[in-house]
């Protein structure tokens, strides 16, 4: 029997789970920080980084606790080593290589985005080759997955991501962050309804583009004396009404945008029996509906994580870690903390 501790910090969330291929998940503890986030209006990387040292030995060690189990028992920890913010990582890096030497355990380095490819696969047999859309506030992505293995990037965002938008329009209208759930609520509360018929870019493309999108709102709310540039001051806070139908307008968008790719993706790979959703736009029941629909209507299977496989968390981490050490040869510098990217996803 194997065990696998998961340990994910690459942004702001601290979590960790414990995974059992027999057995499956066996515990999955996250601490979001984005309540101390949300004055900010989005992750500042110091005091994402700081809240993960505060947190990270009571969260594995919840994990651990919530799984019945105890580090002696763990046989391999798998932890995010790429892509992410370099202080974030550096935490759950460091944390993972010393309990790992103390303990002598096998370490195994995950990347971040693997974790979201295959989270879906957690709960569901994906039939291989499915196409895999990630869509979070770091990144936003369309992969041909053929196998635990082998994936294949098709075409990702060449500026925001699509969370990115959200979280950017959202702010741009004094929401608290993260803007998804909040542009959700509001979207529905106005039927889900198109008003404003913002740009879907770029339809001949697998590749996303969401800045433009943003410019495009910011551009319509001045038209209608809703924001005032000069001070960056939205100015009709108590318009309800324009907030409905900017949030509905806005997420009718970007759900549009995503059931294009998928469609040229479908002419593209016609051999694909499925298509996962996946990352945190993926709590999204709105666009989870309307790809659904689509894929029902193109023959296709169609699956997305329960929320708390979604957004960031540590049982993606140690399902793939899990595989990834059972199945192939780790490089050796796999946590090299060189190999960090100065990015963030
Ligand atoms: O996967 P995640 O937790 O973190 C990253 O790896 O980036 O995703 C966070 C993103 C945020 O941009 C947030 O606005 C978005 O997911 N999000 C949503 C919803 N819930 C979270 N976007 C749309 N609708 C939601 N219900
Ligand atoms: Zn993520």
């Known amino acids: 029997m194997t065990k696998v501790l998961g340990i994910e910090s690459s942004c702001d969330e601290t979590a960790a789970a414990v995974y059992d291929p027999k057995e499956g998940i066996l515990s999955n503890v996250i601490f979001s920080s984005i309540e101390l986030q949300s004055p900010f209006g989005g992750v500042v990387p110091e005091l994402a980084s700081r809240t993960h040292l505060e947190k990270i030995r009571f969260i594995v060690d919840s994990a ?32 993972a290589k010393a309990i790992a030497w103390s303990k002598k355990k096998r370490l195994i380095g995950v990347n971040h985005l693997e974790g979201h490819i295959y989270s879906a696969c957690i709960e569901h047999k994906i039939p291989f080759p499915f196409i895999c859309l990630t869509a979070s506030g770091g990144h936003t992505a369309i992969y041909y997955v053929e196998s635990y293995d082998n994936y294949q990037l098709l075409g990702h965002t060449l500026d925001d991501a ?28 106005a039927n889900f309804q198109d008003f404003m018929h913002y740009p ?12 433009g999108l943003k410019t495009a709102v910011l551009y319509d709310l001045i038209n209608r004396s809703a924001y005032d540039l000069k001070n960056k001051v939205f100015t009709r806070e108590k318009d309800i009404h324009l907030k409905q139908q900017v949030s509905s307008s806005l997420l009718v968008c970007i759900a549009d945008i995503f059931k294009q790719k998928l469609t040229l993706a479908f002419k593209q790979y016609k051999n694909i029996q499925a298509v996962a959703f996946v990352g945190g736009v993926a709590c999204n029941k709105y666009i989870k509906h309307k790809l659904h629909e689509l894929c029902l209507k193109n023959n296709k299977l169609f699956f997305s994580p329960s929320p708390q496989y979604c957004t960031d968390n540590g049982a993606m981490i140690a399902f793939i870690g899990c595989h990834q050490s059972l199945n192939k040869e780790i490089p050796a510098d796999s946590c090299d903390l060189l190999n960090l990217r100065l990015d963030i996803d």
Request: aromatic share 8%.
């Open 200 to 211: 879907r870019s770029m339809p001949h493309s697998l590749d996303f583009s969401f800045s």
């Open 64 to 95: 651990l606790k919530n799984a019945n189990t105890n580090l002696d028992k763990i046989d391999i920890i798998a932890v995010t080593n790429k892509p992410g913010l370099p202080g974030s990582l550096l935490v759950g890096l460091s944390f």
């Open 162 to 189: 699509a969370g990115e938008a959200f979280d950017k329009i959202s702010k741009l209208m004094h929401f608290p962050y993260p803007g998804g759930p909040i542009i959700e609520k509001l979207a529905s509360e």
